[in-house]
């Protein structure tokens, strides 16, 4: 089964500077998706950035921008020139590519980040 | 527009009561899923659904239970059974292969009293 580890519940940044989230995954397929989502204190979930597996080239969504590393299953968001509507808790995701009956999301437990002025 | 929509927003209950969530969603997606927010805490998938009439359980089905009889349609029951039922609920919906993400809807908080 596959899994998803971030190991930071909490982080903060000082505004305008930039911060990077970690994240892990684990699986055995070798074609899949993962995801970055935002949850401001509005709790609604924002879909921040996705990444295909098979395609060497980082995803990147205008401040925010991966750094994904196949081989050692890393998939880390890097948010630039942080701002204060970047507080949030955001989780990172996995998405098999393979379509079976089984087919969901799976969510890390989530980082914290606190956006110091 | 397109969109998910939960119903209701806020919901109180008093303890012994079943109590059902409503979501829908009008963007074809065939794929629909409830999880579940405790407060700080990460989301645990409840119920799923890739196709009508068809569901599956989640990590955490104990104490509810979902139908899916329309495409659009995905509604959640918080039985009797839920020991701990208050708790943030999220719907959500998606499109069944290409990777796509998930949709949300914005939530119902549940308080049972």
């Known amino acids: 089964a596959q899994t998803v580890t971030q190991s930071q519940p909490e982080m903060s940044v000082q505004e305008a500077e930039t911060v990077t989230l970690s994240c892990t995954y684990d699986?055995?397929?070798?074609?899949?998706?993962l995801f970055w989502y935002k949850q401001p204190p509005s709790r609604q979930m924002i879909l921040v950035i996705r990444?295909?597996?098979?395609?060497?080239q980082n995803a990147t969504e205008n401040r925010f921008s991966v750094n994904f590393q196949k081989a050692a299953k890393s998939f880390s968001l890097k948010i630039s020139d942080s701002q204060l509507g970047d507080a949030a808790m955001y989780f990172c995701?996995?998405?098999?590519?393979?379509?079976?009956?089984?087919?969901?999301?799976?969510f890390g437990k989530g980082t914290r980040l606190h956006i110091l002025p | 527009d397109g969109g998910i929509t939960q119903s209701p927003k806020y919901l109180f209950r008093k303890e012994g009561q079943n109590v059902t969530l409503s979501c829908e969603q009008n963007l074809n997606h065939d794929a629909m899923y409830w999880y579940r927010q405790d407060p700080g805490q990460g989301l645990r998938l409840i119920y799923y659904s890739q196709i009508v009439n068809d569901f599956q359980k989640g990590d955490i089905a104990e104490g509810y239970s979902v139908s899916r009889e329309k495409k659009e349609s995905f509604p959640l029951t918080v039985t009797s059974a839920q020991k701990n039922p208050t708790a943030f609920y999220l719907c959500?919906?998606?499109?069944?292969?290409?990777?796509?993400?998930?949709?949300f809807g914005s939530g119902t908080r549940l308080t049972v009293v």
């Open positions: 699986t055995s397929e070798s074609d899949y998706y």
């Open positions: 959500a919906s998606s499109i069944r292969q290409g990777g796509g993400g998930y949709t």
């Open positions: 995701a996995y998405r098999s590519a393979y379509m079976n009956r089984d087919d969901k999301i799976i």
């Open positions: 990444q295909e597996a098979y395609k060497q």
